[in-house]
Each structure stands twice: as structure tokens, then as C-alpha cells.
């Protein structure tokens, strides 16, 4: 591909002195240090026209497009290949509100857009925008469409791809596909909006969308109830659900290896037990007008105990009490990060087969090695976060031989119980192989054929989901 | 193209002799008389494995395949264009439940289950497939899929798209997609699922199909709100939230043209006004545990009295109520289609926009001639079916003169206010050249890649939703 250099005076030409920022090593990092990028050359836009003329360049000169949001992936979607010297497009100047219609629920947002100062966007017109994931302070919502981004409340009101109503896109010619709408339902023609989300850059730069927003529940409640099992943790789940419908916002499970974590790395994060439990679930509901969800958790706890579901448990009693329980969960990402893993994986399978997942995983594991394994994360859309550490008093260094055996081991358990090796985080290029490897063939061609068709040239984000062709 | 007699006998060579049927005249009409085939050959496959040899063999010979669900699309989705001799595939053959997984809230079934049916299975393991439409009965949920079909529950469950977590496909080749998984979250690639969802056959034909259940609310309630006018009925709806949450199961406009046409074409239907009121709202609420909804719509009618956003009222009071109130909204297409419209059309706008619309849309059609327009729908989607009726005494041939002009006036507003010309149904062949004409022309280039890159042969359902090339 032809190197970013051949057209560092076209932009120059084409676009405002302010669009041109030093290349810091951040847009060359990602959080893992998995990926470093060789350099290239960075633009920052400030609107769509300034984006679509870039690539438009770019496009005409064969030059590969890596797009940036927050640089918060974890598969290295947004650092290029080995030897490729892109057009780094970083969207952080597009960071703009476009417009709040809060008797729609919808809100339209540039792609550079803080998820988190869209949380206060929506708080400011009481409403609640509902995807939250652990990097949200420096995430932007076009990454987050662009990896179709999971988190914490997906079981409730779904991932990123279910909050978004409309998309403007720079297409890989430059081309700006106006597909902004407000529309809750619109029928015509391909769904070129659910194609664009999850394609990790690969086929277009999102520019700005239209997210839904909902009504804020009138009361939230937590608890952590310790469970015997994670076979018990789903029957919760399913008598959660009898209780309060479709009201669980949150539903995640941890294993106390977390909690072992949290206490090695992080003795500033409060535990409410002393001998941390086997398993737990920490459990949101918001509820409507006219009910106690304290009260509806103790009847929850009260019928669970009664059926043998949890041991024991907690309801939280005031707003700090609720911040102390998320802090548990919130923090074992980065205690995780501290211990140093030898593998992380985020897979998802049939919810009814997470407890056989777990059990045959760790199995699996304990016959590779002495390793201490965190499964943790969202029980609730069958989604763990299934990561692999050494041995106490090891490091990972110690284990890179084995490495490739974990990996293989978690990968074939997760496609023999018909689940998927990358539940949230996307391809990027940790993953392009696994999905070479444990992806159906004639899904894997038709995803080729439909980046052969909407990128001919190949340009933009080479290499990430699909192999560079 | 290559006519399907061509391949008839290669078919009957491959399939065994339970998959032809004859071709009875249904399945070259359509409801709403527009359309009509000029023959074909017939096939009812009983596998996956069937479908796939046939339309490998179709594809071979390039001869054009339409796939056959129920059969009431409303766009003639469903009927060959004129002169071409199709195959004619129906998946009536293929009705088998695969699986049924209440403890993830999953449904496998084939394509030809019809959505009714669907309904039933749900309800007997306790749970709800809330998909209805009013063709329920004999819809069949790959058509459903293929056209992404939404009617009354959209508002709170989503339409089709929303239900599906997974589809088995035969692609154009004949190849098989097996993408019939029952994970909530997989971010293995580009979302092929959603491209296939809503593309009226023209990628491939769907075989099976893995689908969302949800737990039933443990109690329901409607009410029948009479309003002053649109914005009230907005009004109306967002005070309804701030009650209930995301707990509306259908919100529903009618004005009184729809009771009119009722009194004159059906007069069986129980209508509770003796003058019918100027515009109402129909609306469901499914309540959780320890409420009672007929508390909640009596707060509710209370606060909205105060307001001025409804005028009178009724609250079901039992299952019969309940049912005669949702007999005026159900019955209302059925007595359209006895008077017979000039021009039909299924509409969105943004939701704020919805007084505008009608507003300024009867102002065109009052300018046009002396008309009757039934504006109803679903509201709570920004989705009206705003259908143009003759005036009293007259009959639509002697509208044929102003039958564009009807349809160019709608269509222009309906564009000038950043809506969609087919909210739920589809584009099929009635609206093709409305999306070429209104479309995105960036939108459109992108179809037609995608349609080329996966059908190169231009088999699969020619002319549907893209003109056939």
C-alpha cells in the first residue's frame, strides 16, 4: 500500500492548519501493549466534509485509513499492521452534540463524543443512555458503534448496536453516507447501519449517530447475593426474571479469585467478607413508580434462599453502599491488569451452558498447568470474561510456552458449546485468525465479498477483522 | 434470465417427490391485488439440505428463485416481476420447532412455522414471542425475517430484527450459512445476521431462525384514551413513560375515519362512542409483580385529565373488554381494505414530527380533491399508516387520475421531514422506485455492491427491493 507520506501535502492542501496534531505515542498504543503501531500521519478533523476529503485522498492514493476514537479497544482494531504507515484519522475534534429531542428519546452525537459526558448529556434531560462499559471515561461513541461495545447493561437495553438509530459514515471513497435518521423504523432497503456498526473501521469512518435514550428507571436497587454455584447463579437469574421482568439491568457473576485479586493488588477496594465467597452475582434493578426495589430484593432473597439459590447476601441500603458493590466489580478489570495474565478471553456461549463452559474450561485448564483462572462478567448475556493467570509467586513470562495450548483450549470448549470467542471486544487483529480458524466458511466469505465490495482498494483499517488482502 | 423450465428436471432428479406441489393460484397473488405471477415452478423443500441443492442448481442454471413464505406481504415482495418464470420456493415444508430453551429465553424454529404458532409454543413453556402482526395467522416467520416485520409490540419488544439472535441461510450459491446461534453477544465479524434480516429474499433465503422469548408481565392492562389532538396523544405518551417505564406494550393512534369505515363496512365490530371521537390512543401496559394495572391507567388518565391531554376514557375492566377494544384497532385494515383506498402508506418521522405530518399531509390531500384519509398506528414507533380514501359515494377508479399525485405528495413530506416511505413494510416491488428516487444515493450505491457481491448471478427474488439488473 502505498505509504501515508505521498500524501501529506494533499491534506495539507485540503484541510485547516487545526486538523494536523503531533503524532503522540497514545494513537501508537493500545491498553494491552499488545500492538505498537511504526508511525504514520495523523489527522484530526473538525466536521464531516473535513473527514470525507481526507479519505477521499486517501482513497484516490491507495494510502491505508486507520480510524481513532479513544483508543480504549482491546483486540488492537486501532493500530495498524506490521510495516503500514496509515492515515491516522482520529475523530476527538468531532466531538459535538448535534442535537437532544428528549420527547423522542434519541440524541445525535458526533463520533468523538466522551460516552461518558453523553451519560450527563442524557442525566441533563432525565434521561438515562444506557451502555456503560469500564473505559467510558476516554471511550468515544464512534469507537464504541464501531465495535459494537457490550458492557454492563446489555442485558437490559442491549449493546451499542441496539442503542443506535441512524449513522453518518465517510465510506472508504469518501463518500458521506447521510443515514442520520431519528427513525425508529425504516424499511427500505439493506440494513447498511447494522453493518457499519461491529465492522471495527473496516468499512467506513462513523461520523456522528443517533442513540436512543430512556426513561430513567424511578428506583434502582443493588445486591450482592453469594450463590453456591454458578448453576445456582442462572436459576437466580431465571427467578430474578420471574419477579421483575425485563427490569434486571445488570446481572454480572464473579468468582473469588477476583475478590483474591482485589485484595492483592487493590486492599483499597472495600470487600464486604472477609472470606470472600466462591461465587456471587451482583445484581441492578430499576424498577417503575410505586415499588421499593429493596423490598422486591429482599422477596427475592427470601424465595432464593428458600430453593437453595443463594447462602447468603446483601442489599445495599444507600447510594454508597451501591457505589461499594459496583467498586468490587468495577476494579477487577484492573486488578486483573496488575497480576499480569497469560490469556484473557471474552467469549459467550448458550446461557444454559455457562456452568459446563466453567466446569470443563477449568478443567481444561488444570491440565495445562498450574494456573489461576477469573471467570467473571456478564452471566446474564451469557458473556464471561474467562482469563487465565499464572500460579502464585509466577509471572507470564513463565508461562508463554503454554500460551497457545490455553488459548486453543478455551477457544475449541467455546466452539463445540456453540459460542463465540469474541463476545464484546470485536476481532480487531487480535482475532483475525480465530476467526479464520473457528468461523463458519460461508459467513467468512461473504464477509470477504462484502468488503471486496464496499472497500475495492482495500484502504480502510487494512487488516482488521478480515486479513489484509 | 433462464426460465425455470429448464431445470425442472434436475430438480425432480434431486429432490424426493413429497417437495412439489402444484401450483395453485395463491401463490401468484397477493393481498392486495397488485401484483400477480405469470406462473413458475413450485417447490416446498422439507430441509435446509433440500433448499440448498435446489437453489444450487437454480444457480447454476441462473434461473431466477423466489423465496415463498406466507404469502401476505403487502409490497409484493413475494410475486416474480413480469415475464420471468421463477422457481418458487416455499418454506411451508419447513414448520418444525428445532428447540425450545425457556432457561435462555430461546426459540429454534424452522421458517415455515407460522408466527401464530410461534405465539403458542412461547406461551407453553410460560413465556412471550411478542411479534404481532395482524397477519399472525398465517405469516410465517421467515417472511417475518425477511421483511423485518413489526406491528403492535415494537415500541417495547423491537421489531423482527430485534427478536432474532441467530439464522441458518442458504446463500445465492446454494451454500449454507449456519449462523443459527443463541448467543446474545457475538462480535465475530460483520453483522451478517442483520443484513440478511430485511432483505425481502433478495441475499438468500432463510431456513431457521434462533429467537428472543421473554418472560410474560404478570399483569396486563389497556386503555382506550380519547385525546384532543396528535400532540396531545405525544403529550400523552411521554406521561405514560414517566409512569411506566419501558413497560408500553403498544401505543396505538386511531382517528375517527377508522371508526367510520368500521360502522359502514363492519358493523359487528363493538364501537363504545355512539359519536366517535376525533382521535384516541389505544394502549397496553404489562406490569410487573405487586402492581395492578388498572391502578396505574386510572393515576394515569387522572394526571393526563389534569393536563388536558385526554378528554374521556375507558379502562378495560376485563378480558372481554380488553378484547373489544383491541377488535376496533385490529379491524380497522380489514375495513380500509372493504372501502378500498386510493393510495396506502406506511410512514415514519421522527416522533416529535408526527402532528406536523398530519397536519400538513391532510392540508395536500385537501388540495388534491375531496378525499378521506385514516391516519392509525403505531404512534409510539412515529409510524402511521396514512391511507387516502375516496370520498363518500365514490370508488378509487375515479381517483386513478390523482392516484400519483397522492402518492408524490406524501412521499415529498414524508422526505422533507427525515422519514421513511415504508416504516414495516418493506420496499418489495411496489417501492423500488420510491427508494431509488428517495434513497440515499450513497445508501444505494452500497445495496447494489452488496447485492452484487453476494448474488452476482442476480438470482435470488429479482426486482425485489433493487431494480433487477
Known amino acids: ?35 505498537k503501531g511504526e508511525g504514520g500521519f495523523l489527522i484530526a478533523p473538525a466536521s464531516t466534509e473535513e473527514v470525507s476529503q481526507a479519505v477521499k485522498i486517501a482513497y484516490e492514493a491507495g494510502v491505508p485509513v486507520v480510524p481513532y476514537g479513544g ?55 432525565d434521561r438515562l443512555f444506557p451502555l456503560s462499559i469500564a473505559a467510558k471515561g476516554s471511550a468515544r461513541i464512534g469507537g464504541n458503534l464501531a465495535t459494537n461495545a457490550g458492557g454492563l447493561n446489555v442485558l437490559r437495553y442491549g449493546n451499542a448496536r441496539d442503542l443506535c438509530l441512524g449513522l453518518e459514515v465517510v465510506m472508504p471513497n469518501g463518500d458521506i453516507w447521510n443515514g442520520l435518521t431519528r427513525l425508529r423504523k425504516d424499511n427500505t432497503g439493506y440494513d447498511l447501519r447494522n453493518l457499519m456498526i461491529g465492522s471495527e473501521g473496516s468499512l467506513g469512518v462513523i461520523t456522528a449517530a443517533a442513540l436512543k435514550l430512556f426513561p430513567k428507571p424511578a428506583h434502582e436497587g443493588t445486591a450482592l447475593f453469594v450463590v453456591p454455584s454458578p448453576e445456582a447463579a442462572l436459576g437466580l437469574l431465571a427467578m430474578t426474571r420471574a419477579h421483575v421482568g425485563e427490569q434486571i439491568s445488570a446481572f454480572e457473576i464473579m468468582h473469588r479469585q477476583g475478590w483474591d485479586f482485589l485484595a492483592e493488588t487493590m486492599p483499597q477496594v472495600r470487600l464486604p467478607y472477609a472470606e470472600p465467597p466462591e461465587w456471587c452475582v451482583l445484581c441492578d434493578i430499576g424498577l417503575g413508580r410505586g415499588l421499593d426495589p429493596a423490598e422486591a430484593l429482599e422477596a427475592l432473597f ?29 476494579n477487577i478489570p484492573e486488578a486483573n491488569r496488575l497480576i499480569g495474565s497469560v490469556s484473557s478471553h471474552d467469549i459467550s456461549v448458550p446461557l444454559s451452558l455457562i456452568p459446563e463452559f466453567i466446569r470443563r474450561g477449568n478443567a481444561a485448564m488444570a491440565e495445562i498447568g498450574d ?46 458449546l456453540g459460542g463465540s470467542v469474541s463476545a464484546e471486544h470485536g476481532i480487531g487483529r487480535l482475532k483475525v485468525k480465530d476467526l479464520e480458524v473457528y468461523g463458519d466458511p460461508v459467513k467468512l466469505a461473504s464477509l470477504r465479498a462484502i468488503k471486496q465490495a464496499l472497500d475495492p482498494k482495500g484502504i480502510m483499517n487494512p487488516g482488521a477483522v478480515l486479513a489484509a488482502s
Chains 1, 2 share one sequence.
Request: some cysteine; overall charge negative.
Open 1 to 35: 500500500m502505498t505509504p501515508v507520506t505521498m500524501i501529506e501535502g494533499a491534506l495539507r492542501d485540503a484541510l485547516p492548519a487545526a486538523a494536523f496534531r503531533d503524532l503522540e505515542p497514545r494513537y501508537l498504543e493500545e491498553p494491552r501493549g499488545r500492538y
Open 71 to 125: 483508543g480504549t479497544g482491546l483486540v488492537g482494531g486501532q493500530i495498524a499492521g506490521e510495516g503500514v504507515q496509515p492515515l491516522i484519522l482520529s475523530l476527538e475534534r468531532m466531538n459535538k452534540v448535534r442535537g437532544v429531542y428528549p420527547e423522542e428519546n434519541v440524541l445525535v452525537a458526533e463520533a468523538g463524543c466522551i460516552l461518558q459526558d453523553l451519560h450527563g448529556v442524557a442525566d441533563g434531560v
Open 302 to 330: 427470601a424465595e432464593a434462599f428458600e430453593a437453595d439459590l443463594v447462602t447468603d447476601g446483601l442489599i445495599a441500603q444507600s447510594e454508597q453502599q451501591r457505589i461499594d458493590l459496583w467498586n468490587i466489580r468495577e
Open 371 to 416: 494456573m489461576r483462572v477469573n471467570a467473571f462478567g456478564h452471566l446474564g448475556d451469557g458473556n464471561l470474561h474467562y482469563n487465565i493467570f499464572p500460579a502464585q509467586g509466577k509471572s507470564r513470562d513463565d508461562y508463554e510456552d503454554k500460551r497457545s495450548a490455553v488459548k486453543k483450549g478455551v477457544h475449541d470448549l467455546v466452539y463445540e
